[in-house]
């Protein structure tokens, strides 16, 4: 049974569920092979990812393959509580609702694997450590799972090379080409500027936005600031992508330096506290702080509470901090990742495409689970070409293909 904020609200979120279907061509085509094969007829499914239309649909293709579905958010700020409802409506439990409290999103997160799934789809590694460290029993039937984020990538690597290693294959999402070059870079650069925009209705052009992190997030976010007019700066830690930043056109420099020079800051690190009381103090007033990467924990925003002698809502997903000598700052959506929290996350089109490699994974894993060895696990190879292929499809995209010359050619020794 679903656990929800409002059954009354399934209406709208069967509309925006619907509006995403009509965006999410990939999906569409894998469903329609589903529909036929059913290849996850008698098996449970628990799923952990921003529940929002995207995801919704998601579900939906999951059950058209024959699952027994149970959804839950991967954070408390993006659930959408109307789509949540619209889900249940049609058939899939749903345990959350938006706002919940850390315990309540423990709670969720418990009650999705209480059916003791036989495949999960975490994101950033929330349901893992529960089945690894609290509630093993509820994994007695898990052949698998796989991992949306790079965070719970990051958390998977660390525990497979850990004394104790994976219990359970997982296969890293993430990692595929399909998924870090396009929802990481293009998916987050537009939505996070979008989510800034509507959120604070201010100009984008002229203004100094400082991205912190350089990977496939930081370069979308430096990518699209840029498009619309902004200056960009970026700050790293690692050499590599400060040059590559560089040479992109970017300006590199510490946060330290870049403090008093920001309008807006976005943190895409995957880190914790990039931006700290130290930074603040420097800024100008008025500069707006936000993240993008998938914690809570890259603005110390603890320590801004501490520090703060006044706070109060400025306006919607937009908090104000007011320190001592007047000082005051902005921060959007509490910390969390705004254009979740503060937005409705990254464009159909691209999440087409991410949820079309974590379904295929989905029955890979059901078809394949009981060969595979019990730590991380590459996307195959051609699930990532035939998602790419389907892409190009979608878009009316055609590209060469080489001769049997030319293959020969390209792969012989002399
Ligand atoms: N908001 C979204 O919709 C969304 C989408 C995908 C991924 N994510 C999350 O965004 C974060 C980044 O993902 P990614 O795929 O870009 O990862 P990535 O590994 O490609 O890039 C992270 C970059 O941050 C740099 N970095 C680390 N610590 C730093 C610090 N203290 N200061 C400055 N730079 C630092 C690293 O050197 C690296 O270049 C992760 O938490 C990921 O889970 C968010």
Redesign the pocket.
């Known amino acids: 049974m679903s656990i929800l904020r409002d059954k009354s609200l399934a209406t709208t979120g069967n509309l925006k569920i619907d509006w995403v279907y009509d965006h999410m061509p990939i999906c569409a085509l894998i469903e329609e092979r589903f529909k036929k094969e059913r290849p996850f007829e008698g098996l449970k499914i628990t799923t952990s990812i921003h529940l929002e239309a995207k995801t919704a649909r998601t579900a939906l293709l999951l059950a058209a393959g024959g699952a027994e579905v149970h959804a839950t958010g991967s954070n408390p700020l993006s659930t959408q509580d109307d789509v949540a409802a619209a889900l249940d409506s049609r058939g899939v439990n749903v345990y959350a609702w938006y706002g919940a409290t850390e315990q309540e999103y423990h709670d969720h997160l418990v009650a999705a694997l209480s059916c003791r799934p036989d495949i999960m789809i975490d994101d950033g590694g929330d349901l893992t450590h529960i089945l690894c460290e609290e509630r093993p029993d509820l994994a007695v039937n898990l052949k698998g799972g796989s991992e949306e ?3 719970g990538v990051l958390r998977l690597k660390a525990r497979a090379a850990s004394a104790e290693g994976l219990p359970f294959p997982m296969v890293c999402v993430n990692d595929a080409m399909m998924k ?1 070059m396009f ?2 870079r293009y ?2 650069g537009q ?2 500027m979008t989510a800034i925009m509507a959120s604070t209705n201010l100009v984008v052009a002229s203004k100094t936005f400082v991205v ?7 370069k979308g976010v430096s990518m699209r600031a840029k498009g619309m007019g902004a200056r960009v700066i970026v ?4 050499p590599v ?1 400060a040059v590559e930043a560089v040479m992109d056109g970017f300006t590199v420099m510490t946060m330290e330096q870049a403090s008093p020079l920001g309008d807006v800051f976005v943190t ?4 914790k506290d ?1 931006i700290r009381m130290e930074h603040i103090e420097k800024m100008k007033d008025g500069a707006i702080l936000c993240n ?3 914690f809570d924990v890259e603005v110390a925003v603890a320590e801004m509470r501490k520090a703060a002698l006044n706070t109060y809502t400025a306006r919607n997903n937009i908090e104000r901090f007011e320190f001592d000598g007047g000082h005051y700052v902005y921060l959007l959506a509490e910390g969390r ?1 705004v ?2 929290a503060a937005g409705d ?2 464009p159909a089109e691209i999440m087409d495409i991410s949820f079309a490699l974590q379904v295929l994974c989905a029955e890979y894993l059901a078809k394949n689970a009981d060969k595979l060895e019990k730590t991380i696990q590459e996307v195959p190879g051609d699930i990532d070409n035939w998602v790419a292929e389907m892409k190009l499809e979608t878009m009316g995209v055609k590209i060469d293909r080489l001769t049997d010359e030319q293959y020969r050619y390209i792969h012989s020794a002399n």
């Open positions: 984020t790079t965070t870090y929802d990481n998916g987050t939505s996070v912190a992190g350089y990977g496939w997030c930081g700050t790293e830690v690692d992508k895409v690190t995957g880190c990039v993008a990467g998938h990742l254009n979740l996350g990254h």
